[in-house]
């Protein structure tokens, strides 16, 4: 079973721990890393069981469950932009007086409607998921294709069923599954079974770079960087944020791979190792900039979903300018990777927040310059 469909036939317990317990391996339910049982890891000096590495995985390289849950499109989370920004800063333990204070919400006394509205949601919600486990008990004919956690739509065109697919595929495909499409000119629900074929042309645990990855789409269609960017946008591929390596989101049962092969993928792993940092988003026509300090530069594609989905940026006055000029206004920028030491004590986000301090200090980004306010 792939990755979506461990994602999306997950527990509400494996989904909170962000990883299930196969025979062999833990998975994780984010990008699809695989954790060998029987071994131990060594991360940063210290020695971990299988287990006990894949949260160390899960913080390292997505930061937690919430945060990557959080970032899902609306169709998703159900979740208004109001209610998600709310949410994101009771995750972050803000009280009521400062959620009052970075929301510009009247009174404390709105905060605890808002409160009590969230809670009513997660009632509805158990009722809602106990009707439809109950559903499926009554009705297991109809197989239904998954869609991606990334995909930007959400709604009944997304009910497919196999024989659906063989259909859309034998369709767009007239020369067969590893020929040309005529036109990716189609539907939402077709274009979720074509882009899924096309990334079967893809090995998994194996590093692209761009150019490589052009010449594999030139093959299915002519305008390959629609094709590249609906695959990332989609969920089938992930990149690094500069381009310079690819790779399949979905991953192999490794039982088969020789010891070898383990081996180098363990080393583009380590290649691959999150970096912790400071970027900036700058609005290339007015010069404003929003400096934001991360654990993980690589979620700085996961910020620019956000924004492309429309009004779920916590900054609303950076979402209010990146509807109104487009996104080709804004750029992102990497101010300054965090060195971290390798001996002796070192506290990362301690050490972190010092050098957002210090790009905070060095820009000024405030009023006419930027998207911050001051406290």
């Known amino acids: 079973m792939d990755i979506l469909n461990l994602f999306w036939n997950a527990s509400q317990e494996d989904l909170r721990n962000g990883y299930v ?88 006394s709105t905060i605890r409607n808002h409160r009590f509205a969230l809670k009513e949601k997660e009632r509805q919600s158990r009722v809602f998921l106990t009707m439809m486990d109950l559903l499926k008990i009554k009705d297991k004919k109809a197989v239904f294709i998954p869609p ?57 645990n194996r590093i692209y770079s761009e150019k490589e990855v052009n010449e594999i789409l030139k093959g299915a269609f002519e305008d390959f960087t629609t094709l590249r960017r609906y695959l990332i946008e989609y969920g089938f591929m992930d990149r690094k944020p500069d381009g310079s390596q690819y790779w399949l989101e979905e991953n192999q049962d490794m039982r088969d791979v020789g010891m070898d092969r383990k ?62 000029f487009g996104e080709a206004t804004f750029v992102f920028e990497v101010l300054e990777v965090l060195e971290e030491k390798e001996e002796g004590y070192f506290d990362r986000k301690e050490e972190l927040k010092k050098l957002e301090a210090k790009w905070l200090e060095k820009l000024q980004p405030y009023g006419e310059r930027g998207y911050h306010k001051l406290k």
């Open 263 to 324: 081996k180098e993928l363990k080393e583009q792993y380590k290649e691959m190792k999150t970096e912790a940092g400071v970027y900036q988003i700058r609005n290339t026509k007015n010069q404003k900039v929003l400096v934001v300090a991360t654990s993980n530069l690589k979620t700085i594609n996961g910020k620019i979903m956000q924004l492309r989905n429309g009004g779920v940026h916590m900054n609303k006055q950076l979402q209010e300018e990146w509807n109104q």
């Open 21 to 108: 317990d196969e025979e062999d391996y833990f998975i994780c339910l984010l990008c699809g890393k695989k954790i060998e049982k029987g071994i131990v890891y060594q991360e940063e000096g210290v020695f971990y069981e299988a287990g006990r590495f894949m949260r160390v995985h899960i913080e390292k390289v997505h930061g937690s469950v919430f945060e990557y849950l959080i970032q899902l499109d609306k169709k998703f989370t159900g979740l208004t932009d109001h209610q998600n920004s709310l949410l994101r800063l009771f995750y972050q333990g803000k009280s009521d007086d400062e959620v009052k204070i970075e929301m510009e919400i009247g009174s404390a």
């Open 148 to 204: 991606h956690s990334t995909a930007r739509m959400v709604d009944d065109r997304y009910s497919i069923t196999e024989e659906e697919k063989i259909k859309i595929l034998r369709k767009n495909f007239p020369e067969g599954l590893d020929g040309p499409i005529k036109t990716f000119d189609i539907k939402e629900k077709s274009k979720l079974a074509v882009l899924g074929q096309i990334a079967k042309r893809f090995e998994t």
